[in-house]
């Protein structure tokens, strides 16, 4: 059964997929409290004006955090490329990063 918005997204996983999940959905909220939410493409969406901006998603052993579109060197440790990176499931969340991201992202947006 596909999710009807986030918190039933996150609902359908394993408690030590949920956290890391929980975590990304409020690092992005906390960086850019305007966006709105949606499931779009069957995962987490964040949207600006009714575009969409970031998706994250939850893999066996990963989640994708999708619309990253810097590129420096605190993404080496984790794979990524054409705008997605890859956080391991079993090390924790990089959520300044993701702020960072989503910050620079609506700041770039916004000139």
């Known amino acids: 059964m596909k999710a009807k918005d986030i918190d039933a997204y996150i609902a359908g996983f394993p408690r030590e997929v ?3 999940l929980k975590e990304i959905r409020a690092a992005i909220k ?11 493409y069957d995962m987490p969406t964040f949207m600006l004006d009714g575009k969409n901006l ?16 810097v590129e420096n060197e605190e993404l080496a ?6 705008g997605t990176l890859q956080f391991p499931l079993n090390k924790p969340m990089p959520l300044d990063l993701v702020s960072r ?7 770039q947006r916004n000139i």
């Open 18 to 20: 949920r956290e890391p």
């Open 30 to 40: 906390m960086a850019a409290p305007s966006l709105e939410e949606a499931i779009k």
């Open 54 to 69: 970031f998706h994250f998603a939850a893999f066996k052993h990963h989640i994708s955090f999708f619309g990253a579109t």
């Open 77 to 82: 440790p984790y794979k990524h490329g054409k």
């Open 101 to 107: 991201i989503v910050t620079a992202k609506i700041n």
